[in-house]
């Protein structure tokens, strides 16, 4: 009788998600239209909304369809800010509030600003003085983003969530060669460059961007000519460990981390800080675990990884440069950086990864139409609808 139960049982899910399949692939336009908004935005279209997009999509011209679901402001203030707010803390949390990093995140989405620009741009986004009560932006607190996120503020609204640079902000201490996208911003900086040795800036950025965190990058072939002093050669007394695993991840990331040389988040003014042409003390700390490592001068960076095993990263940039700017090029040069960008739209579409070759290869092509396409986010979110749409 019980294996009777199980049979019946593995039978009806079966068929339940049999069902599914063939309903979402024999699904007719004006139910791929409501699917499409769904997943873009999170609630059930208007019936207009709906009948212009069944009509595009019967047209074919769903990109069309998606790009007018995306114009509903719930996409920004519930999707894109769910899309980005992970980015912003070390515990990749959804739960957290606005803040510049990802105030900007979906102000270049909206606005379709190169999205390659994202690790290096003079750039932020900031509330308007009525969208927040006045409350001017400041670089000691969050209450300025916290005020636009309590009141609801439309965020599709241009006239609310508004461009600047980072050097026209009140208190502002970065000059326009120091100014790194969202690398730069309060947030970016309260969450990776506070404390520490910097180490984490370059972790994240990678990790949420590149889509590969340090042990997916172990190289046990690169140069440790940039591991710092600060790192044992030893560690326990077996130098073949140091060979085997610090350097497989040091090597990489002190080259790239001396472009954060100049700058520290103060925890007790609660604000970033830009020390041109002087090295901060945590670059320094420990310096007597292993003398002749590296010692950071200035804000110098080296890529040990563009040849080896990570090359399949697809580097294009310059390999080395000055400053946090010319690293933040780097990594958005990347073509890694272009499918990262998808993989993540695709999972917050699709809700799901991508999975077999089918949707790897709508990953490469979404990517390539990413990179020719003047890197549009807005369009990668429309492309990877459009697939999704019956899958």
Known sequence: MRLHKKLTYCLTVTFIVLFAGISAVHAGPREQAKRMHDRLVGVPPSDAVLNSMQTLIENGQPIDAALEAMDNPIFYSTTLKDFATPWTNREQSVYLDLNDFSATVIGMIRDDVPFNQVLSGNIVYIGSAAATNNVAYSQTDNEHYVILQDTNADLSDSAVLMQTQQTALPGNVLPAAATAGVMTTRGFAQSFLVAGTNRAAVRFASLNFLCKDMEDLRDSTARPNFIRQDVTRSPGGDSSFFFNECLTCHAGLDGLAGAFAYYDFDEETQQIEYTDGQVQPKYLRDAGTFRFGHETTFDGWVNNWR?????????????????????????????????????????????????????????????????????????????????????
């Open 307 to 391: 040849t080896g095993p990570n090359a399949y990263l697809e580097w294009r940039g310059a390999g080395s440069g000055i400053g946090a700017k010319s690293l933040g090029v780097e990594l958005a040069s990347t073509r890694q950086f272009a499918e990262c960008q998808v993989k993540k739209a695709f999972e917050k579409v699709c809700y799901r990864p991508p999975s077999g070759a089918v949707d790897h290869q709508a990953v490469e092509d979404i990517a390539s139409i990413f990179e020719n396409n003047n890197y549009s986010m807005k369009r990668v979110f429309a492309e990877t609808a459009a697939y999704c749409m019956g899958n």
